[in-house]
Structure formats: structure tokens, C-alpha cells
């Protein structure tokens, strides 16, 4: 009544929770998993594979590392998820609908598709609020990349999301150092803003605006 440990084609399962692995222990007191060697966890429609796992089935904590990844996110209301794949040096989970990934990449493309990606140091994937948070990330698309950006936060379904875009900067000899800071705001499904509040070292604050509206069409 302590503790049970299989070794080879070990497949450990409990509600919407499976586990297979080379080797496996359940600590029946912690109601925690132990596994290592091509381990493969299922969880509510998500595949991670990895070198070793430990997992909590109590409260969906644990950590897996060396992970490769494919998510299935779950569907709220009207919005339509995104499938999501990658790897992570370490994955932290912190309950059902919450991830932490370290040394990470991940992109929303077919598997055999990277034309674009997010690399981060940092990345945590939250299912409650539907939204992704990167720390140190670049995002790379058909080839180029962007520099590092210290943070930033994106959707995990189709809708879209206010917030601040990628700043862009420079400097001229009439204007001085240019800082240009756009914030999006999804004001409602058929129209949007977008505010530049852009800083000129030589010639002050210059504030622009564009404003998208979507009509009905025309019959």
C-alpha cells in the first residue's frame, strides 16, 4: 500500500491522464508518477513525450524534461482554438489548464512547417484565460528574425487581442532619436485602432491614429 513500480511498456492511467513509459512508479501516498524513458504523456487531447516525468495527479502539478509537444486547446463559446506544437528543455505543469515552458519553441503551423515560430526563454500557456506569455522571446518568420523582445503576450484562440505591437526606433539628423510605440485596441468584431504614440528627441511627442471599420457588404 506504499508504492507500485513496472518496468517495460509501462502504462500508468487515471481519468483523462495516461502515462507510458520504459519505466514507471506510482507513489500511491502522493498519488504522484514517476517515469523514465521514452515517456509519453496524455492529457485531455495533449501529447508530450519526453526523457523523465514526474506528476502529481492530485492537482496536475509536476515537471517533464527534454519535452516535445502538440496541444489541443479547449473550446469556449464561439472562439475557435489554435493547435499548437513544440519543444521545451522543461516543462513546469501548475494544474490542468496551465503550462511553463523553459528554453522553449512553439508555433501554431503543421508539423512539418516551421515557416514561423516563437523561441523564448520563458513561455507559459494558460487554457483558463486563453492567453500565451513569453519572456526573452524572438519570433522568427520565413527565415528572418526579430531581436529579443523582454516580454510580451498573445492569444491562444482566433480572437484578437489588444495590447502594445513591436516597437520600432531610429534616428535622423532633423529629428533626433525616434522612438514609435503602437498600442492595438480591439474595439469590437467589425472595427479596431490602432494608436502610434511616437517621441522625437529633437521635435517632441507626435501622436497618430488609424481607425478600421469593416462595412457590410454590398448587395
Known amino acids: 500500500d506504499v508504492e507500485v513500480m513496472a518496468e517495460g511498456d509501462v502504462e500508468l492511467r487515471k481519468g483523462n491522464t495516461s502515462v507510458l513509459t520504459d519505466w514507471g512508479r506510482h507513489d500511491k501516498a502522493l498519488d504522484e508518477i514517476t517515469a523514465r524513458g521514452n515517456v509519453r504523456m496524455l492529457r485531455a487531447g495533449d501529447l508530450m513525450t519526453g526523457t523523465s516525468l514526474r506528476y502529481r495527479l492530485e492537482d496536475a502539478s509536476g515537471e517533464m524534461n527534454e519535452t516535445t509537444y502538440s496541444l489541443l486547446p479547449r473550446k469556449k463559446g464561439l472562439m475557435q482554438p489554435m493547435p499548437a506544437r513544440g519543444?521545451?528543455?522543461?516543462?513546469?505543469?501548475?494544474?490542468?489548464?496551465?503550462?511553463?515552458?523553459?528554453?522553449?519553441?512553439?508555433?501554431?503551423?503543421?508539423?512539418?512547417?516551421?515557416?514561423?515560430?516563437?523561441?523564448?526563454?520563458?513561455?507559459?500557456?494558460?487554457?483558463?484565460?486563453?492567453?500565451?506569455?513569453?519572456?526573452?522571446?524572438?519570433?522568427?518568420?520565413?527565415?528572418?528574425?526579430?531581436?529579443?523582445?523582454?516580454?510580451?503576450?498573445?492569444?491562444?484562440?482566433?480572437?484578437?487581442k489588444s495590447g502594445f505591437l513591436a516597437p520600432t526606433f531610429g534616428t535622423t539628423g532633423r529629428s533626433g532619436f525616434e522612438l514609435q510605440t503602437p498600442y492595438y485596441v480591439n474595439l469590437a468584431p467589425n472595427y479596431d485602432a490602432t494608436l502610434y504614440p511616437r517621441e522625437l528627441s529633437k521635435r517632441g511627442l507626435l501622436m497618430g491614429a488609424e481607425l478600421r471599420y469593416l462595412a457590410p457588404p454590398i448587395n
Request: aromatic fraction near 14%; proline fraction near 4%.
Open 87 to 160: 519543444t521545451a528543455d522543461k516543462v513546469v505543469f501548475e494544474g490542468e489548464d496551465r503550462n511553463r515552458f523553459f528554453d522553449a519553441l512553439f508555433t501554431t503551423f503543421r508539423p512539418d512547417d516551421d515557416s514561423w515560430f516563437i523561441r523564448s526563454d520563458e513561455l507559459v500557456l494558460d487554457e483558463a484565460t486563453e492567453v500565451g506569455t513569453a519572456k526573452n522571446a524572438r519570433l522568427s518568420f520565413k527565415g528572418v528574425t526579430s531581436p529579443a523582445l523582454p516580454f510580451g503576450t498573445f492569444s491562444l484562440n482566433r480572437a484578437r
